[in-house]
Nanobody, 121 residues
Framework: QVQLVESGGGMVQGGGSLRLSCEASGRTFSSYAVGWFRQAPGKEREFVAAISWRSRYTYYADSVEDRFTISRDNAKNTVYLQMNSLKPEDTAVYYC??????????????WGQGIQVTVSS
């Protein structure tokens, strides 16, 4: 069993930066890939980024490529999402998830509770 807790969200002006953290409990966390997803009001949950269990591979959605960076520190049981050049359309609840390396929600077995990110124009 893996429990995930997101932190680092908040409100920022367009063009600003935020770093989200996803801290996990459970000794097997390092064996899971981790993904970030987001859901804006009235929209479906969408994939943002993913990282394989040893950080060898990463995926990004086209909409965040070159602006967001996913990384992990298995010694700290934590995955990070560095978000730069934020846009109002990045406003959403962001979720981290642990599971199989992929771009769709069903690849992931464990989910955090989500954290709000709001980008003002």
């Amino acid at each position: 069993q893996v429990q995930l807790v997101e932190s680092g969200g908040g409100m920022v002006q367009g063009g600003g930066s935020l770093r989200l953290s996803c801290e996990a409990s459970g000794r097997t966390f390092s064996s899971y890939a981790v993904g970030w997803f987001r859901q804006a009001p009235g929209k479906e949950r969408e994939f943002v980024a993913a990282i394989s269990w040893r950080s060898r591979y990463t995926y990004y959605a086209d909409s965040v490529e070159d602006r967001f960076t996913i990384s992990r520190d298995n010694a700290k049981n934590t995955v990070y999402l560095q978000m730069n050049s934020l846009k109002p359309e990045d406003t959403a609840v962001y979720y981290c998830a642990a599971g199989r390396f992929g771009r769709i929600a069903i690849d992931y077995d464990y989910w955090g509770q989500g954290i709000q990110v709001t980008v003002s124009s």
